[in-house]
């Protein structure tokens, strides 16, 4: 739950249910949770997932600092973290990816990959995730491929092509 708000402060998204304490609803549409942040946080190929609980507990540590030092009295039906205010959220997460922040690289690692759940999937198949509906890669735009499973770009970005293709390269675009 405490990872699940963390992910929520840097994309965030809205409520999954009425009572949803870890998403504060805070922007429409799907976020970061959305998007699969745990389910890419428990991945091992992050490198991170074996001291998740260590980052959650030292969250909620800073979350009590936070809250005794700006008078804010936290419900004790939910992790510290979780119970700030997206607001309070967003002034945490700020202080401790700020420069100078001792433990900066650590809370930084974790925003990053939150913003890869959303803007990357990184941890799913491309093309399920789209059939899926992915909010990252749906808001971003990313289309589906062609029934063949492969993309083509008929409108180039720059409104030409970059380069004309060698005169060997194969129908499948493989050079001969």
């Known amino acids: 739950m405490t990872l699940e708000a963390f992910a929520d402060t840097i994309i965030p998204g809205e409520k999954r249910w009425p009572g949803d304490r870890a998403v504060a609803g805070a922007a429409p549409g ?4 959305a998007a699969g942040a745990i389910e890419l946080l428990e991945w091992d190929a992050t490198g ?3 001291g998740l609980g260590d980052f959650a ?3 909620n540590e800073h979350a009590l600092a936070y809250a005794a030092q700006h008078g804010i009295a936290l419900e004790e039906d939910v992790p510290p973290f979780v119970a700030l205010d997206h ?3 967003t002034a945490l997460v700020a202080l401790l990816t700020a420069p100078g ?3 900066k690289d ?3 690692s974790l925003a990053l990959f939150s ?3 959303y803007d990357s999937a990184a ?9 899926a509906g992915h909010p990252g890669l749906t808001a971003m735009g990313v289309t589906r491929p062609d029934a063949d499973g492969l993309w083509r770009f008929p409108a180039y970005s720059y409104g030409r092509p970059l380069a004309d293709l060698h005169p060997d390269t194969t129908p499948s675009g493989s050079p001969a």
């Not at 799907?30 to 949770?33: D, E, I, M």
């Open 115 to 117: 913003n890869m759940a």
């Open 123 to 131: 941890h799913l198949n491309t093309v399920d995730a789209l059939a």
């Open 106 to 108: 650590l809370w930084v």
């Open 30 to 33: 799907g976020g970061a949770v």
């Open 87 to 89: 607001a309070g959220r």
């Open 57 to 59: 507990r030292a969250l």
């Open 48 to 50: 991170i997932s074996g």
């Open 101 to 103: 922040h001792p433990e």
